[in-house]
């Protein structure tokens, strides 16, 4: 399976599409405004506590307080708060925590109000970004994620990933990073580090390591709502838990972006720098992949399955409600059981890529076609699971009940991914009605030679929908190369199918949009 990452930057920020033999399992917008990411580490204050809850509110800079609860608080946070003072009152200079005495643990069932006291400054990490109304969640269980290890101060335990089931090498990690961590840290081992010798091992820990002491040196100065630790772009994350020998390449298409992700695969793997690209071509990136067209199929209400079945998703404030339909496959089964059993397969495998394309969690309630036979909905539950088996976020799948539905929960952690898949028609602007399109034509054909000849412009390039493109190259001789003859001058059509059957644009020979009267 060959796996790419297309990076594509805009003025809203970086879309980020991850590819998986040429179809978009994972997109992501990453903002470029500030924003409070999984993984962000603030300096905190902490505002109101709420005893009926266990809970407190901290202002971390958010226009609504985040949300902390007693549970979150992790069992070493007397030892966070009492470092955390100390650092800012310079107590404590540096990271290293060997001459650190830990405070006692506390009590799982204890209260809030014990432990926190109002205004008081507190460290804390997003666990979960603002969804709606409500601010970012937060924990005190702060942990610094590597590619093999995630590093957790004030603890000393080593603990492996469930996914890693040989015995042998358990252990092997069990011995190896217990002799190589420092003291009062603690180590979660990922599933990626299965197999992996000490000095990749080692190599990773130091830099969670340095990525720690920068963030204790940024705290030395730090003010409430100081941002103390941030976790890597969007991008590199996905790099650092996805990248693996069925990486096939990276394509991003800013110099600054292309520099970031070689810098960032040359640290975490040598070998793989050179499927890091950027890309060159006149095309948009987005564009030349077939991604722009793959987005408006994928997240309209409505998604086609291969076989002809279809899939209705409806998105509401409790839960997500998924409706599988057999459309125009009906009649291509030899009966009832094998139609629904099919349609099931397709929609299983389709549900499983939604899920993760839109990033859709809480409660996801699936409608399947009616089954009557045990070990046909036994399947369908198999199926998703192993399609489900690549997906990052925590999730629990149930049995199909009796009447053919499929619950699912699954950790949602950031806001969920939504493309507007309806347009608005650019020439009525909605209402219906609009003036002969076909004088399109005429008018770019008009604003081509006031560009040529009065503007003096040589080479340029129009942006236009696939339509008008082929309406110009189409033929011998075709409008385009007309245009040659009459102007002497070659011009670039490039398909945007962003734009709409009327709109188009004119840049000129550097790639600058070129402003046109009326």
């Known amino acids: ?93 540096n990271g290293r925590l060997d001459n650190f005495k830990l405070e006692a643990e506390i009590d799982k069932l204890g209260k809030i109000e014990k432990v926190l006291g109002k205004n008081s400054p507190i460290l804390v990490q997003v666990v979960k970004e603002p969804i709606s109304t409500k601010g970012p969640r937060l924990s ?45 840290f603690g180590v979660i081992v990922r599933t990626v580090a299965e197999g992996k010798d000490v000095e990749e091992l080692e190599r990773d820990l130091k830099d969670s390591l340095a990525k720690w002491e920068l963030g204790v040196k940024n705290l030395l100065d730090a003010k409430p709502r100081d941002k103390v630790i941030g976790e890597m772009s969007r991008a590199t994350s996905m790099l650092r838990d996805l990248l693996n020998e069925n990486f096939d390449s990276v394509i991003v298409d800013t110099p600054e972006l292309f520099q970031e992700a070689k810098n960032y695969v040359h640290n975490i793997a040598p070998d793989k720098e050179k499927i890091v690209k950027l890309h060159a071509g006149k095309t948009k990136a987005f564009e030349q992949f077939g991604i722009e067209k793959q987005l408006k199929m994928l997240f309209g209400r409505s998604v086609s399955l291969p076989g002809g079945g279809y899939l209705i998703i409806e ?136 560009i040529i000849i009065k503007q003096n412009e040589k080479k340029p390039t129009i942006l236009l929908h696939p339509f008008l493109h082929a309406y110009f190259t189409k033929g011998f001789p075709s409008l385009r190369m007309k245009w040659y003859f009459k102007y002497k ?27 046109l009267n009326g």
């Not at 093999?148 to 004030?154: E, G, Q």
């Not at 549900?351 to 699936?366: E, F, H, K, S």
């Open 1 to 93: 399976m060959s796996n790419e990452l297309i990076i594509n930057s805009t003025p809203k920020g970086d879309r980020i599409a991850l590819l998986q033999d040429k179809r978009i399992v994972e997109y992501h917008l990453e903002e470029s405004e500030p924003h409070f990411s999984v993984g962000d580490i603030y300096l905190g204050t902490v505002k109101k506590m709420v005893t009926g809850l266990n809970a407190a509110f901290i202002d971390i800079g958010y226009e609504k307080d985040a949300f902390l609860h007693y549970h979150d608080l992790g069992q070493n946070i007397n030892s966070l708060n009492k470092f955390t003072k100390d650092v800012i009152a310079k107590r404590q200079q």
């Open 140 to 184: 005190c269980d702060i942990s610094i994620a590597g590619r093999y290890l995630v590093l957790v101060p004030f603890s000393n335990g080593v603990n492996i990933s469930k996914k890693i089931t040989a015995k042998a090498e358990r252990q092997r990690l069990q011995r190896l990073m217990s002799s190589v961590k420092p003291a009062n």
């Open 489 to 515: 001058t070659w011009v670039n059509l490039i398909e945007d199918t962003s734009l709409g059957v009327t709109e188009f644009k004119f840049h000129n020979k550097y790639g600058e949009e070129i402003e």
């Open 315 to 450: 998105h509401t404030e409790a839960l997500h409600v998924i409706d599988v339909n057999s459309g125009n496959k009906s009649n291509t089964e030899e009966d009832q059981e094998a139609t629904a059993l099919s349609v099931n397969r397709e929609a299983a495998k389709e549900i499983a890529r939604q899920l993760r394309l839109r990033d859709m969690g809480g409660i996801i309630v699936i409608d399947f076609i009616d089954m009557k036979k045990a070990e046909n909905k036994k399947l369908i539950q198999d199926i998703m699971k192993e399609e489900m088996r690549t997906d990052r976020s925590k999730y629990t799948i149930l049995p199909l009940t009796k009447f053919g539905l499929m619950q699912i929960t699954r950790q949602r952690v950031r806001p969920e991914m939504n493309v507007q898949t309806q347009e608005t028609c650019p020439t009525c602007g909605g209402t219906g009605k609009i003036s002969a399109s076909i004088v399109v034509s005429d008018v770019i054909e008009h604003n081509l030679e006031h």
